[in-house]
């Protein structure tokens, strides 16, 4: 008797719990969605100042000479130097036309070669050794052939840049277009799609996340190429620029145009991945950072 006078309590307790219980879940949720999303401008400036603090106490308490660490605030001064004059920016703009221009060689040869290799597959297995042998040698060792044949102008660079940025692209490329599920194509080619309404409603799509994937690796890749050429073979850029601060042993600058470096690379990046976001929205990689 008293069993069946308990169960209207539990029953009507039972909804209203489970109900408060799924609110508070999702109320998490949310509170741990919105933490992530604002986290990188809490924690950014966190390390920074972290970093600032180490730097100085290493240059002040600690005594480590200038020459070798110099103080944040003689970096700061020569970075408004520098930004003051207006070389600098002729700098930039040499060593940012290589990036791009070598970016958009890499990204145009890896899609078109990536594509080929990924549907042919016996094409791939027959010039996959040349592939791995020419991927595995350090591509510095080319500068001072490229100067050789390009000489000191820009062409160097960028051919140094879209070497390094190729391979990224090529193999996400080959690899996103094998991933396409055969039976999807199976069923396209069952509805009477041509070549290209396969290639465009469905290839296209699936491989345009391994391209971004791709071409993230590859922007970084290419800054690299770029800066190591100006750095072996160059006469202008920001490479050449950390050579002729090395040379008159000027530090500050030295650490200042490294500072410019960090902020090109990270804008390219940005870049990136902004139009990535515009271009896939749909794509897991990019509906999760939301």
Do not use: C
């Amino acid at each position: 008797m008293t069993t069946t006078s308990n169960h209207p309590i539990s029953e009507d307790a039972t909804p209203a719990s489970a109900t408060d219980g799924g609110a508070r879940r999702s109320g998490l949720f949310g509170d741990r969605e919105r933490l992530m999303k604002v986290l990188p401008w809490i924690s950014s400036p966190i390390l920074l100042l972290l970093l600032l603090g180490s730097w100085q106490f290493a240059v002040s308490v600690v005594g480590v000479s200038e020459f070798i660490l110099p103080a944040p605030s003689a970096v700061w001064d020569s970075l408004v130097t520098l930004l003051s004059g207006s070389a600098v920016y002729h700098d930039i703009w040499i060593t940012l036309t290589e990036v791009l221009i070598g970016f958009a060689v890499a990204l145009i040869a890896g899609v078109a070669i990536g594509a080929v290799l990924g549907r042919v597959v016996w094409l791939e297995r027959a010039v996959q050794p040349a592939m791995v042998a020419f991927q595995v040698v350090p591509k510095v060792a080319f500068i001072p052939i490229f100067v050789i044949w390009f000489g000191f102008g820009t062409t160097s660079k960028i051919i140094m840049a879209a070497i390094l940025a190729f391979f990224p692209i090529m193999l996400n490329v080959m690899l996103g277009v094998r991933s396409v599920d055969r039976g999807h194509r199976d069923v396209m080619r069952g509805l009477g799609a041509t070549r290209w309404a396969t290639f465009r409603n469905l290839e296209l799509p699936s491989t345009l996340p391994y391209v971004f994937a791709g071409a993230e690796v590859a922007i970084v890749f290419a800054v690299i190429g770029a800066i190591v050429g100006e750095y072996l073979g160059g006469s202008e850029g920001l490479g050449h620029l950390v050579v002729s601060s090395l040379n008159a042993l000027d530090a500050p600058q030295l650490f200042a145009v490294i500072i410019l470096l960090a902020l090109m690379g990270s804008l390219l990046y940005l870049a990136v991945t902004t139009t990535k976001r515009l271009v896939i929205p749909w794509h897991d990689s990019v509906a999760g950072q939301q």
